[in-house]
């Protein structure tokens, strides 16, 4: 370990630089040396909740920095504050609350204040709730390629297109999703069908879960234990068989119209996907382009 640590000291550091610090997703142990010892450099830390950074750092034995709140309601006046710091030769971390900063999480609005300021972020990699799942998703048969879509929207309308959107798309498409709107995410993606989606729950924390199933049985298995819809989600939706991603007949399309004429768009989908065994995901797609065309 001290030729390790010593590794991770011979690293260039440079003053005056901003440093996106990757911190654990759930266990404290995959903090990486790097990031141990970047936190053990800086001149303060910038962190989306100080309370849990606090604790975060006197895990690891750094009691003595000075933390900078930096979150989503705040990013841009905070960026005032690190910026002036750097300025000053200062080398400055940020850390979200868990995994790596920027992404889902709060941090890009600094990167580009700072870039923006001609000064530079340096990234040190390490956990990610992304490339955990990935990596135990099995994707033999894909070539790996995937759309990385974040949290979908809260609202039922707008989650219904995203859902639609990913179920027309031929790549794997990840997606996060909180405890309090997973049920409501798993009810949309059953209308994938078949669709393979694996579920992430928790993942490297103590009762973390990962399982694969179709997409239409995501209901029913969160429904089976209560724990189920605790905890942080990442969900990879696989791509759809080359079957499934074929265009639609003009039969089926022509079907299509005609119940939307009459119909609400889920029952006239329902029916269509019944009538023609056309897949319900791109029928539900084209039923969208063509209300937005019609207004």
Request: charged share 20%; proline share 6%; glycine share 8%.
């Given at each position: 370990?001290?030729?390790?640590?010593?590794?991770?000291a011979?690293q260039?550091?440079?003053?005056?630089?901003?440093?996106?610090?990757?911190?654990?997703?759930?266990?404290?142990?995959?903090?990486?040396?790097?990031?141990?010892?970047?936190?053990?450099?800086?001149?303060?830390?910038?962190?989306?909740?100080?309370?849990?950074?606090?604790?975060?750092?006197?895990?690891?034995?750094?009691?003595?920095?000075?933390?900078?709140?930096?979150?989503?309601?705040?990013?841009?006046?905070?960026?005032?504050?690190?910026?002036?710091?750097?300025r000053?030769?200062?080398?400055?971390?940020?850390v979200s609350?868990?995994?790596?900063?920027?992404?889902s999480?709060?941090?890009?609005?600094?990167?580009?204040a700072?870039?923006?300021?001609?000064?530079?972020?340096?990234?040190?990699?390490?956990?990610?709730?992304?490339?955990?799942?990935?990596?135990?998703?099995?994707?033999?048969?894909?070539?790996?390629?995937?759309?990385?879509?974040?949290?979908?929207?809260p609202?039922?309308?707008?989650?219904?297109?995203?859902?639609?959107?990913?179920?027309?798309?031929?790549?794997?498409?990840?997606?996060?999703?909180?405890?309090?709107?997973?049920?409501?995410?798993?009810?949309?993606?059953a209308?994938?069908?078949?669709?393979?989606?694996?579920?992430?729950?928790?993942?490297?924390?103590?009762?973390?879960?990962?399982?694969?199933?179709?997409?239409?049985?995501?209901?029913?298995?969160?429904?089976?234990?209560?724990?189920?819809?605790?905890?942080?989600?990442?969900?990879?939706?696989?791509?759809?068989?080359?079957?499934?991603?074929?265009?639609?007949?003009?039969?089926?399309?022509?079907?299509?119209?005609l119940?939307?004429?009459?119909?609400?768009?889920?029952?006239?989908?329902?029916?269509?996907?019944?009538?023609?065994?056309?897949?319900?995901?791109?029928?539900?797609?084209?039923?969208?382009?063509?209300?937005?065309?019609r207004?």
């Amino acid at each position: 370990m001290p030729a390790v640590r010593e590794a991770a000291a011979q690293q260039h550091y440079p003053q005056g630089a901003l440093y996106m610090v990757a911190t654990p997703i759930g266990n404290l142990a995959d903090i990486g040396l790097r990031a141990l010892h970047v936190l053990a450099l800086a001149d303060a830390i910038a962190c989306e909740d100080t309370r849990h950074t606090a604790g975060l750092l006197k895990a690891y034995g750094l009691h003595d920095k000075p933390l900078l709140a930096l979150h989503e309601h705040n990013e841009a006046s905070a960026a005032t504050a690190v910026l002036a710091r750097l300025r000053e030769g200062q080398r400055v971390a940020y850390v979200s609350d868990a995994g790596t900063p920027g992404v889902s999480d709060p941090g890009a609005r600094l990167v580009a204040a700072v870039a923006e300021a001609g000064l530079r972020s340096v990234p040190v990699p390490g956990a990610s709730s992304l490339t955990a799942l990935l990596s135990v998703t099995g994707h033999a048969g894909w070539d790996g390629r995937f759309t990385f879509l974040g949290f979908l929207s809260p609202k039922a309308s707008e989650r219904q297109r995203e859902v639609a959107a990913i179920g027309a798309s031929p790549l794997a498409t990840l997606v996060l999703e909180a405890p309090h709107r997973i049920e409501a995410l798993a009810r949309e993606l059953a209308t994938l069908g078949e669709r393979p989606v694996t579920v992430g729950r928790e993942l490297t924390k103590q009762f973390e879960e990962v399982a694969r199933m179709p997409a239409h049985e995501l209901p029913g298995w969160l429904a089976q234990a209560a724990h189920r819809t605790r905890g942080e989600f990442a969900l990879l939706v696989h791509p759809a068989a080359p079957a499934a991603a074929q265009e639609m007949d003009a039969q089926a399309l022509r079907t299509l119209d005609l119940l939307l004429a009459e119909l609400p768009v889920k029952t006239a989908v329902k029916l269509c996907a019944e009538i023609t065994g056309a897949p319900r995901n791109t029928l539900y797609t084209a039923a969208l382009a063509r209300k937005d065309d019609r207004a």
